[in-house]
């Protein structure tokens, strides 16, 4: 008996205990889902703001067709105001996949939860300089004095894709391949303002009569991109990371700076079907 | 959805050009190439995803749970059931034992065990008359003094001559010592206090011819009821304690 009671003794051990207390999902809105008014097109459809052309994002002014505007702007500033990630989270999937996941408004510091909402997640991949003809001394300058550098890259050379433009010393611009079925942006990392409409000159016929049925055609489901980043590199080291040798572009004469250029598809993910069924927001 | 993100999103429309500069700050100093796509792959979605947050509305959820924690013991289900398993067996033993003793059990041992007490053991200091007799419980081991004429006896103690004490008997009414009969035991000692050698040799002698003469077997191992009250006398009267005693 003495062995017995020993044994117990030694072998008992203080162990944290987690009771699981379930809540109405009803209760506690932690998803999102798209503003029911964002398919209502009653009020534009028949007009050039017609909602199943633009999505419900942006439009065109009511005074000015030719100048596009964020809707909803007081609360579109107000989140661009909170600034860069606010209200968005982050999740790495296994294989490395990244996600910028839209967060519920009110955190939920201290309850465990499952919620559908909606990602973003892209996969670039390097446009190495050596895919590419890129004139750094050119001369070519724009209308305003800016040098500009054309370049030309080649799926046949090791690119991701085939594109050629100019680049003309942004710090950072990006630019989309085929966001829209009708539009298209103008130049390549060129700043140049505004948005080409494709066929030319019918936007008075197309914008209007685009139905409910078609909204869907107007945006591609993978959004291919491009972005031209100068590297800012370490003045102590003055080198690039070995492993961007080769794949920075380097924009001398022009410019004395390198300049990392990728090609990346961006998808949008909803309701996150393989994340819905694991615990993702659990605190 | 894909039209609510991206309209926003291009570069030319101007919407989101503040933020984009955030992720220029997360990419720069570039570490290592992996870094840098890595940086600009989440931060570029960070920006994209900023235009859902203004278009969608809070929804429910698919799952919400509450926790609490708190301390516990946990113990090995072998070692709580060898626990109760060992308690149980020593209780099956204990009662076992209790059984094999009772079936065991007849007069002797009662007997015995009624003198074993506490009363069992002041009986035989003090009340050898009814000490000897078969007895049922501890009550019997008493005389009944509530009848008129019954001789009372006080007890007491007394010094010995080797510095101890010594219990002591006295007539309540003669004041003579008495002792219970067959109290031998202290007999001897309690003769040291008394001054003469030979007294108290007469003494022991004394003693051993009574228990003798008393039917000293009887009163030695039989447990017989009926006692004489003679040899109390007797021994009284040849018992050589009839010094002066201190009596405390």
């Not at chain 1, 990371?241 to 250029?261: C, F, I, L, S």
């Not at chain 2, 989440?42 to 926790?67: E, K, N, Y």
Request: glycine content about 6%; some cysteine.
């Amino acid at each position: 008996m003495h062995a017995a009671d020993g044994y117990l003794h030694i072998a008992t051990e203080a162990i944290e205990l987690v009771q699981v207390f379930p809540q109405d999902p009803a209760q506690h809105q932690y998803g999102r889902s798209i503003d029911p008014w964002c398919f209502d097109d009653s009020e534009t459809i028949g007009t050039v703001q017609n909602k199943n052309f633009w999505g419900c994002s942006m439009t065109t002014l009511e005074y000015d067709d030719e100048l596009l505007q964020v809707t909803n702007k007081t609360e579109f500033n107000a989140v661009i105001n909170e600034g860069y990630g606010q209200g968005i989270m982050n999740f790495t999937e296994e294989t490395g996949s990244q996600y910028a996941v839209v967060g519920p408004t009110i955190s939920p510091s201290e309850a465990d939860w499952q919620a559908t909402s909606y990602a973003v997640s892209s996969q670039c991949a390097p446009v190495p300089a050596t895919a590419c003809d890129i004139q750094g001394n050119s001369n070519v300058t724009t209308d305003l004095g800016t040098t500009l550098v054309p370049f030309d890259c080649s799926i046949a050379r090791g690119s991701p894709v085939d594109f050629s433009g100019s680049y003309m010393g942004n710090t950072f611009s990006y630019m989309f391949f085929d966001f829209h079925k009708h539009l298209n942006e103008r130049g390549t990392f060129s700043g140049m303002e505004g948005l080409d409409f494709t066929p030319k000159n019918e936007e008075g016929s197309i914008i209007p009569n685009i139905t409910k049925q078609e909204r869907a055609q107007m945006f591609p489901s993978t959004w291919r991109w491009t972005a031209a980043v100068t590297l800012d590199l370490d003045i102590y080291l003055d080198s690039l990371p070995r492993d961007m040798v080769g794949k920075a572009w380097r924009m001398e004469p022009a410019y004395g700076n390198y300049v990392m250029v990728v090609a990346c598809n961006t998808t949008g993910e909803y309701p996150l079907p393989r994340y819905a069924a694991r615990s993702l927001f659990f605190t | 959805m894909a039209g609510i993100s991206i309209l926003p999103s291009v570069d030319s429309t101007g919407s989101l050009a503040e933020l984009k500069y955030s992720v220029f700050r997360q990419v720069n100093p570039p570490v290592s190439l992996g870094q840098v796509i890595s940086d600009l792959e989440i931060g570029m979605s960070t920006i994209f995803a900023l235009p859902l947050r203004v278009h969608t509305v809070p929804a429910d959820s698919i799952l919400v749970q509450t926790r609490a924690r708190k301390i516990m013991t946990r113990a090995p289900v072998a070692a709580v059931w060898l626990l109760v398993l060992a308690n149980l067996s020593f209780a099956a033993l204990g009662i076992g034992l209790a059984v094999m003793a009772w079936m065991a059990a007849d007069q002797d041992v009662h007997q015995v065990r009624t003198r074993l007490g506490v009363p069992g053991l002041a009986a035989a200091l003090f009340e050898r008359n009814s000490e000897n007799r078969i007895v049922k419980s501890d009550k019997e081991l008493y005389q009944e003094n509530d009848r008129d004429g019954l001789p009372l006896v006080l007890v007491g103690v007394q010094h010995t001559v080797t510095g101890g004490m010594a219990w002591s008997l006295r007539d309540n009414q003669t004041g003579r010592p008495c002792l219970a009969d067959g109290a031998k035991m202290s007999t001897t000692y309690i003769s040291d206090t008394t001054p003469s050698i030979s007294e108290k040799t007469t003494g022991a002698e004394e003693v051993a011819r009574i228990s003798d003469s008393s039917g000293n077997e009887a009163v030695e191992h039989q447990p017989i009821s009926i006692v004489p009250s003679e040899p109390v006398t007797q021994f009284d009267a040849v018992s050589p304690i009839e010094q002066p005693n201190h009596w405390v």
